[in-house]
Nanobody, 118 residues
Framework: QVQLVESGGGLVQAGDSLRLSCAASGRTLSFYVMGWFRQAPGKEREFVATINWAASSTSYADSVKGRFTISRDNAKNTVYLQMNSLKPEDTAVYYC???????????WGQGTQVTVSS
């Protein structure tokens, strides 16, 4: 079993930055991909970013490309999401997830709220 705990959310103004963290514990996550998703009120959960085990490959949603950066520290079992130039439309609950491949996220965190005011 794997436990994921997100942190770093909060209330910021448009144009500000936030850094989300997701700490994993439990079984070994060797070769697991890690990703960030978000869900705004009344909307479906959507993909934000993903990173492979070696951190050699990343992928982003078009809506965050150039503003958000995903990274990971395998020694700390932690994945990060650096969010710059935040917009009100980035307001959502952000979830991290992990799994053996990007098409199979097996474990999810409880989410952290990000609110961006205009």
């Amino acid at each position: 079993q794997v436990q994921l705990v997100e942190s770093g959310g909060g209330l910021v103004q448009a144009g500000d930055s936030l850094r989300l963290s997701c700490a994993a514990s439990g079984r070994t996550l060797s070769f697991y991909v890690m990703g960030w998703f978000r869900q705004a009120p009344g909307k479906e959960r959507e993909f934000v970013a993903t990173i492979n085990w070696a951190a050699s490959s990343t992928s982003y949603a078009d809506s965050v490309k150039g503003r958000f950066t995903i990274s990971r520290d395998n020694a700390k079992n932690t994945v990060y999401l650096q969010m710059n130039s935040l917009k009100p439309e980035d307001t959502a609950v952000y979830y991290c997830a992990t799994g053996p491949r990007s098409s199979q996220y097996s474990y999810w965190g409880q989410g952290t709220q990000v609110t961006v005011s205009s």
